[in-house]
């Protein structure tokens, strides 16, 4: 079967061997487990030890603990990509083996905090680096070495360094010019 909550495919495998762990919890403890993984996906520190304790009713091994953890994550992250409503995402949980009060409460979670996580996707998306400084220096055979300063998309700073034959810098300028003046091109005829 193809789920919209799955892209329009076939929902993963180990996500339905989660399903039935999910299952062995009580329904407000999902919900409870939920709101503490859509804490995670907004920024706040997963507090691990309270989704155990969450969990330990259920009979669950650590493992376990963190795919039952992993699976809420796909499937809330994925169903606000997909743009899934609250009833259809309760009636694809439940076509793949959750119960409906599981269900339910899943989706209450999806529904409350559904903006914030749409927010947070949209900022993930498609993000690069920042660059922070560049250092150019001669180097040995007429060689020049390039610093490059960034911040990753997990905004940790990093820094590369390579050298540039003359030719290649020369190349690198054309092809720099190049590009600039074909976004301009672009900008005045989006402006008209």
Known sequence: MKFKFCGGGDCPEWLLVQINALSRMTSIKMKLLAQCTVNSLLGEPFNFEKAKELM???????????????????????????????????????????????ALALCRVYLDNLSQITKMLKNESLQIGRLDNVDISKGNDGEYVMKLNYRNTSKISEADKFTLTKEQIQLLIAEFSDVSNQMNTLAQECKE
Request: glycine share 2%; proline share 2%.
């Open 56 to 102: 330990a009713d259920a009979k669950l091994d650590v493992e376990n603990c963190k795919a039952c953890v992993a699976a809420i994550t796909y499937i809330l992250k994925n169903a606000a990509c997909h743009a899934v409503s609250q009833n259809y995402l309760s009636n694809e949980l439940q076509q793949i083996g959750l119960p409906r009060e599981h």
